[in-house]
């Protein structure tokens, strides 16, 4: 399976964007999704991730109340809408095939990566 992550850009603090990570088949449909990022000069951090049925979410702290994770089972696609963006926010944003259907926050709980998207919040 093959995730293409997509939405990422320039916006100013405040703004808004919504990601999408699009797998190229529903082998993603029974596992968990999830985000992480990497800013530059930085470690890649968890993001969000959410279970396969969409019924359970977590969310990083610097996330909570800002970001939504969701997806589409039918259209294989996971989505991040991220709110009131700020400076801290830039980095590249990976989209991520969980191994279990289950949420998690460690990068070792998942086996595929997407290519990234890069976002850039200016103050």
């Known amino acids: 399976v093959q995730l293409q992550a997509s939405g990422g850009g320039l916006v100013q603090a405040g703004g808004s964007l919504k990601l999408s990570c699009a797998a190229s088949?529903?082998?993603?449909?029974?596992?968990?999704m999830g985000w992480f990022r990497q800013a530059p000069g930085k470690e890649r951090e968890f993001v969000a991730s959410?279970?396969?049925?969409?019924?359970?979410?977590l969310y990083a702290d610097s996330a909570k109340g800002r970001f939504t994770v969701s997806r589409d089972r039918a259209k294989n696609t996971v989505y991040l809408q991220m709110n009131v963006l700020k400076p801290e926010d830039t980095a590249i944003y990976y989209c991520?095939?969980?191994?279990?259907?289950?949420?998690?926050?460690?990068?070792?709980?998942?086996?595929?990566w997407g290519q990234g998207t890069l976002v850039t919040v200016s103050s």
């Open positions: 959410i279970s396969w049925n969409g019924g359970d979410t």
């Open positions: 088949d529903r082998t993603v449909s029974n596992n968990a």
């Open positions: 991520a095939h969980g191994r279990s259907s289950g949420i998690s926050s460690r990068a070792n709980g998942y086996v595929r």
